[in-house]
């Protein structure tokens, strides 16, 4: 096998264990599946394999050959993306265990390999959101480790992406909860708090037209579009969104919208019309994408004439009405090349932000602009019980260096609609000061930070996406998040090192509980420190390779306060400063 991979995508076998019972009854030792483990493709996570209401632990298996060749060389196997933690074994013996940090890690099998048949067993916990192997596995020779995790796109380079892009701040509004009127007018009267806030770029949250048939919740979800050309009229009509898109544009922002390609309502427009476009059961009825999404219909993008719609209508917001961009629902479950060559005609109208509810390195190649970052949130889920190791931030970017194109743009976020309605609102799951720390470091990565409505004054509420719970904006409490998020805005704004420099975390401070991370571009640099620990820390920025400091913003110190000699961090506390 010496220098080849071998793909292990393809069919797997997965079995359901929420009894946890397969540890003691050794399922990874079994030769072969029985009639309880289910034909499953991999990569993808269970929820779209009809497993959608699984509940604790999922095991994975598959066989792979290894020619007698190939015995004696180094020989490895990756796995590009696992969710939560998993325990990995080769013919019955256990080879690595990954934390729920690692997302992708390898190991070696030189020892446990033999000609012909071998099996892999993959065992992964359930934490409350899609399990599985969520990416592409492979087995291959290599001469280090890093040489066989390193994925096939990392070295390539990422599409292009406008400044305005790159340098963004995107606050995400649900439209239902963010003003009392819960229209496109209750939006556009808090412009200018926005602005204020830091923010560059509004997302908006489905704004078609929503269907009937099969509704859930007494509103019915935004994500069943029923006509992609039409509004909801819930927020208001086309000149209204036109005078918020016109205001918006006036104050420098700009406005993407939430586009939901991959199935639409079963009154929808489209399956009246054309039910050939959309995918069918083995009884060759149309089905829903997943058992929990009763409320719509798959579309099936092996139709042209399906492809050429959906890419006419997206043009129709560009050029007609004049959005800048799109976030693209679920955008892994449709095909990447349909993706592909849309950009190719949008990009032709003017330049504009592409953000994939995704995390496909594939996918910055041509297509987007932005994927998301859930590991990073996975390991923020720690910061409140001092539980978040800065070794786990360095091996995410580390990871995205070896897996991505160079120059992916990743969204950072600490919530959004989806977690903060399904799980917890940003404040219950960090508290105040946790939550603090974590809109921190989501402004420190590379990339483009998120807010999502309600952060900024510490909502306390899940904000659910079938009925409208408004926000209390004057809330019970002193969390001082709203100018704290100003002042990351207007650092970001001010500082370039913030928005381009390259990062590192090329420190650990005591017992490794200080996390620090550097942003270097041209001739400056700035240097985060977040206290990963709940007990206070002072650094002593002589013994450290900073050297001389300036205080841009701290826990205690609200303003540039001139060279520090020593940093005092309490609790979760955090630092921004330059340094020379």
Known sequence: MSGRRVSLDGQWHFRADPGQEGLSAQWQCQPVPDESWAAVPIPGPWDQHGRDGHEGVGWYRRGFEIPPSALGQPCGICLAGVDDSATVWVNGVEVASQSPVRARFACNIDRLAKPGKNTIVIRVPDRGTPGGSLRTAWLGSYRTIEELIRGEHSGTLARPSPDWVRDAVVYEVYLRSFSAAGTFRGLQQRLDELRELGVTVLWLMPIHAIGQSRQKGPLGSLYSISDYYALNPEFGRLDDFQALLAAAHERGLRLIIDLVANHTAW???????????????????????????????QLDYSVPELRRYMTEMMLYWLREVGVDGLRCDVAGMLPTDFWNETRHELDAVR????????????????????????????????????????LSIAT???????????????LRFSSNHDLCAWHQPGMQRYGPQAAKAAAVLTFALPGVPLIYNGQEVG????????????????PAGHFDLRALYACLGRLRRQHASLRRGQARIPFELPETDVLAITRTWQHEMTCVLINCALEPREIETGATPLGDVTTLLSTTTPAASGPARAIELPPLGFWIGTAR
Request: charged share 30%; proline share 8%.
């Open 351 to 390: 330049p504009i932000m592409m953000l994939a509810e995704d995390d496909q390195p594939a996918q910055h190649e041509h297509a987007f602009d932005l994927t998301y970052d859930w590991r990073t949130y996975q390991a923020l889920g720690r910061l409140r019980a001092g539980r978040l190791r800065p």
């Open 267 to 297: 009154d929808s427009h489209l399956l009246r019309a054309h039910p050939d476009w959309f995918a069918r059961d083995e009884r060759g009825e149309v089905r829903s994408p997943l058992d929990d999404w009763h409320d719509v219909a």
């Open 396 to 410: 995410i970017l580390t990871d995205e260096q070896l897996d991505f194109p160079a120059g992916s743009l990743h």
């Open 459 to 474: 909502n306390c509420v899940k904000l659910p996406l079938f009925e409208r719970v408004p926000i209390d904006w004057e």
